[in-house]
């Protein structure tokens, strides 16, 4: 199975951390008006901080319960966003952690993140999960099938979107969806194609996915849970590696810290202490988010006090 060049290698105890920004909360001082301002600014901020990766949700209604205020705060569109986000930035990455598969049919998926990486020259990453926020599914009248189906659809798109990327631009047929042409002009930049990473860490379906088909995985922890319990995912997904065929080394182990913690001196400091303990396990990227409405500001606290410690 072909990989990414930009996959990085495993962890070592040695080894740093690369950092990522998930960008959460759109409810900024100034209302709309600042939203563009303001995330432009994140941008430089994130590349002057030496950061490796920018993310945004892919939702279309504020999470309920995810202490980001109500349903109906400020919600951007991802893939629109990022296209905004790539103007402003030359070197991070760009992604949506990740990509709900019940929201675009996966051939413009497949074009989307194609066009998405043609204007960054090479810097989108596709991810990609079986969706979950039935609510908003329900407000826009988009489908939301059961979980089975869900899982279904999700293997498929990775098979669309491989072949989209890929010198075969004959047909597609699958269960959920038939393509006649799976023509991708112009090509990504990014070579074999821009990377894919499967979100979640469900040990039947989600994990056996990123083995068969993805450069990466993105798992949630927090200090609860600790390094203990992403090593016994990641031992799962080495299972499924090799079941089938797959190098392990060569697929990016990345995690979404959900703690929120201050990024001073002080809490950057704790913060290195625990990411060294999941680097030791192979952890190689940490996606945390500023759950407070200023983006900008949480990125240059990262650059002064997180960034060169881990």
Not at 89 to 112: D, M, N, W
Not at 206 to 214: D, F, H, M, P, S
Not at 245 to 273: C, M, Q, V
Not at 291 to 300: F, L, M, N, R
Request: hydrophobic content about 40%; proline content about 6%; glycine content about 12%.
């Amino acid at each position: 199975m072909t990989r990414h060049w930009r996959i990085g290698v495993r962890c070592s105890r040695h080894d740093k951390v690369k950092l990522g920004v998930h960008i959460v909360n759109f409810a900024f001082p100034g209302g709309p008006a600042a939203i563009g301002p303001t995330i432009a600014r994140a941008g430089a901020l994130a590349e002057q901080a030496g950061l490796a990766n920018l993310s945004f949700m892919d939702h279309y209604l504020q999470m309920e319960g995810a202490g980001l205020g109500e349903v109906d705060a400020p919600m951007l569109e991802g893939y629109t966003a990022l296209g905004f986000l790539a103007a402003h930035t030359s070197t991070v990455e760009l992604q949506l952690l990740v990509s709900g598969v019940t929201y675009r049919h996966p051939g413009l998926l497949a074009k989307i993140v194609s066009t998405l990486d043609v204007l960054s020259n090479g810097r989108a990453m596709l991810g990609l999960g079986a969706a979950w926020y039935q609510r908003e599914h329900e407000a826009y009248g988009v489908p939301f099938p059961p979980v089975r189906e869900r899982f279904e659809r999700l293997e498929e798109a990775l098979r669309i979107v491989r072949q989209m990327w890929s010198r075969d631009d004959g047909p597609f047929e699958g269960k959920h969806y038939r393509l006649a042409e799976t023509i991708t002009s112009p090509r990504p930049i990014s070579e074999p194609h821009p990377p894919i990473m499967v979100g979640g860490g469900g040990e039947l379906k989600t994990l056996r996915l990123v083995a068969k088909y993805a450069d990466a995985c993105n798992l949630f922890a927090n200090p609860h849970g600790g390094p203990a319990a992403i090593k016994a995912k990641l031992d799962v997904l080495r299972e499924h590696c090799e079941r089938e065929g797959t190098d392990y080394g060569h697929i990016r182990k990345s995690i979404l810290w959900t703690s929120p913690f201050n990024p001073d001196a002080e809490g950057g400091e704790a913060f290195a202490e625990q990411m060294a303990a999941f680097a030791e396990i192979g952890v190689e990227e940490v996606h945390v988010m500023p759950y407070g409405g200023e983006p900008d500001v949480y990125i240059a606290g990262l650059g002064e006090h997180v960034v060169s410690r881990i």
